[in-house]
C-alpha cells in the first residue's frame, strides 16, 4: 500500500464542496465515509467503485465495526475472487444521505452545530454519484475500470453510465433497475410511515435524546426485508414451523419461525441504522427513474458512454423482476451499445446478489476479466 493517507480502510474525509443537487439546494462542506482496497496503477486505471444497496455501507469485504459481521460483498471482493485487490484498486464509500460517516441527516450542521436531522436537503441517486465523483477526484482516480453495482448499487452504476459517461469503462448491473415501480413506491412508503409514526421520531429531532425510533424502523426493515425473498425461499426455510414451542399460544408473541425471524432482523437493524437516514435513502431511490432524467427515452441515457454493460437479474426476485432488467438492456441495444445479460437462477429472491453464487461470481469474474 502506497504511504497515502488517502488509502485504507476506515477512511473518512471532509471536502469543501459545494455539492450542487438536484432540488436545487447545495451541500457545503460534504463528508465521506469510504474503505479502499488494493493498490492504484501508475494512472489509477484500475479503479473499481462498488456501489452499495439502501442499508449497505463502505465496510464490503472488511469486518463492519458495529456487528463485527465480515463484510457485505466478502464473497465477490478479496483475494482470488472476482474483484481482488491483487489486480484492482477498489473503493466503496457509503452513500450521500446515509449514517456510516458519509453527509446525512445525522452529521452535524456547521450552520447550527446540531445534527442535520430533517433540514438535510431531500437528496436524488443522481446526487448520490456526483457525491461519489467528488470523492474520486480527492482520490486521483479520473476514470474507472468498472462500477459495479446492486439493488441501489445497480441504479448508482446505471446513473454513472448517464452522469459521467467518459469516466467509466464497464458497468456491471445486478437485481436492479432503470425507475422505481409504483410497487417498490408503496412498500418504502410502508416503512416511512412506520418511522414517522413512531412517537420517538419527534418529527426527526431525536438525536439530542439519544432515543431514536427503534420500533418503527424496526418495522419498515421487516416490511422491506420481506421484498428480499422469495416465497419459495420463506416456504423451505420457515414454511409455519413453531418458534421453540409445541403448540400455538394463542396469543401475539412470535409462535412461528418466520416471525421470529422478522422481529430479529428488524432489531437487529436498529443497531446500526439511522431512521432519518432510511427516510432520505428510500426517498432517493423512489425519484429514481433514469428514462426521466433524459427526455423521458432511457435509451438517452446511454448515448453518450463508449462503456461496455453487464446485466444480471434473478429469476425469483420480484423486488426488480427480470422484465425491469431487459427494460435497461433494451435501452441499451436502442443506444447501440456493448451489453451482455444473464438471468441466474436462485431460491433466494432479490437478496440473491448478497448470498453465495458461484454463478454470479464466474459471470462478473468473466465480465471484468474480458478487454483487459
Excluded at 115 to 120: D, Q, R, S, V, Y
Excluded at 288 to 309: I, K, P, Q
Aim: include cysteine.
Amino acid at each position: 500500500m502506497p504511504d497515502d493517507a488517502r488509502y485504507g480502510l476506515r477512511r473518512h474525509v471532509t471536502l469543501s464542496g459545494p455539492l450542487s443537487l438536484d432540488s436545487g439546494a447545495a451541500l457545503t462542506p460534504v463528508e465521506f465515509g469510504y474503505e479502499t482496497y488494493g493498490v492504484p496503477n501508475a494512472d489509477a486505471s484500475n479503479a473499481i467503485l462498488i456501489c452499495h444497496a439502501l442499508t449497505g455501507d463502505q465496510y464490503v469485504a472488511s469486518d463492519h465495526p458495529v456487528t463485527g459481521k465480515p463484510g457485505w460483498w466478502s464473497r465477490m471482493v478479496g483475494p482470488g475472487k472476482p474483484i481482488d485487490p491483487d489486480r484492482h484498486f477498489i473503493i466503496c464509500t457509503n452513500v450521500l444521505g446515509s449514517c456510516m460517516g458519509s453527509s446525512g441527516p445525522a452529521t452535524i450542521d456547521p450552520a447550527t452545530g446540531a445534527p442535520f436531522a430533517m433540514h438535510f436537503p431531500v437528496i436524488t441517486v443522481r446526487d448520490m454519484v456526483r457525491a461519489q465523483a467528488m470523492l474520486l477526484d480527492h482520490l486521483g482516480v479520473s476514470r474507472l475500470h468498472a462500477v459495479v453495482g446492486g439493488s441501489m448499487g445497480g441504479m448508482q452504476a446505471l446513473s454513472w453510465a448517464a452522469t459521467f459517461p467518459q469516466r467509466i469503462e464497464a458497468v456491471v448491473v445486478i437485481a436492479s433497475t432503470a425507475r422505481h415501480s409504483a410497487q417498490n413506491i408503496a412498500f418504502h412508503e410502508v416503512g416511512r410511515q412506520a418511522i414517522m409514526a413512531d412517537p420517538k421520531w419527534r418529527e426527526g429531532d431525536y438525536y439530542a435524546a439519544a432515543d431514536p425510533p427503534a420500533a418503527g424502523l424496526a418495522v419498515a426493515r421487516m416490511a422491506a426485508h420481506i421484498t428480499y425473498l422469495s416465497e419459495a425461499g420463506l416456504t423451505e426455510k420457515f414454511g409455519r414451523k413453531l418458534q421453540a414451542r409445541e403448540a400455538k399460544t394463542f396469543g401475539f408473541d412470535a409462535d412461528f419461525q418466520v416471525e421470529s425471524y422478522l422481529r430479529y432482523q428488524g432489531l437487529s437493524f436498529t443497531d446500526r441504522f439511522d431512521a432519518n437516514a432510511y427516510l432520505y435513502i428510500t426517498r432517493a431511490m423512489d425519484y429514481f427513474d433514469l428514462g426521466e432524467e433524459h427526455g423521458g427515452l432511457l435509451a438517452n441515457a446511454f448515448r453518450a458512454t463508449d462503456a461496455r454493460f453487464c446485466v444480471v437479474s434473478f429469476d425469483t426476485d420480484w423486488l426488480y423482476p427480470t422484465s425491469e432488467s431487459r427494460a435497461i438492456v433494451q435501452a441499451l441495444n436502442a443506444a447501440a451499445k456493448r451489453v451482455s445479460f444473464v438471468e441466474l437462477s436462485s431460491p433466494f429472491g432479490h437478496d440473491a446478489f448478497l448470498l453465495e453464487s458461484p454463478q454470479l461470481n464466474a459471470v462478473v469474474a468473466g465480465f471484468l476479466g474480458n478487454g483487459r
